[in-house]
């Protein structure tokens, strides 16, 4: 029986390791395995978040991602409306992740904290219903009003 060559779709292939923290690294974390999704999101929470226009986020399974030091924690609904966590340094605070009811067993690392954000690849914007004026999108993603399938 001839074997076959690894492809772009193999699980060693596509397995790896991104890591990242906060500001003063009281905080890090790493996640392991493919992301789920990996894109911006414009909701007003996320504006809020960032004081910006939008936050940029890599989502895993939660089981995959491992956390190293205390976080603090914010709950409050979420751009769907869900309940969600945001997840800070309590130092230096620094926004880190987030977690949502919208999307059980995800957390979604903030791609500004990762230690290599070259490793950022965003495939999507959500709730571009709320996208500011001055906010423009990288050519090419997909773009949802709301959420994938909302």
Not at 14 to 32: L, P
Request: hydrophobic share 30%.
């Amino acid at each position: 029986m001839a074997r076959t060559a690894p492809t772009m779709h193999s699980r060693v292939m596509m397995t790896r390791e991104i890591r990242g923290g906060c500001s003063c690294g009281a905080v890090r974390y790493r996640a392991t395995g493919t992301p789920e999704m990996q894109g911006i999101c414009h909701c007003r929470t996320c504006q809020r978040l960032s004081g910006g226009g939008h936050v940029g986020f890599i989502c895993f399974p939660s089981g995959s991602v491992a956390i190293e030091g205390e976080t603090a924690v914010t709950r409050g609904p979420g751009g769907s409306g869900l309940p969600a966590e945001r997840h800070f340094c309590p130092r230096c605070h620094s926004a880190l992740f987030g977690l949502s009811d919208m999307i059980p067993g995800k957390t979604n690392i903030y791609a500004g904290t990762l230690d290599d954000t070259a490793q950022f690849t965003p495939t999507i914007a959500i709730f571009t219903r709320s996208r500011q004026a001055w906010e423009r999108d990288p050519p090419g993603l997909k773009c949802f009003e709301t959420l994938p399938g909302g």
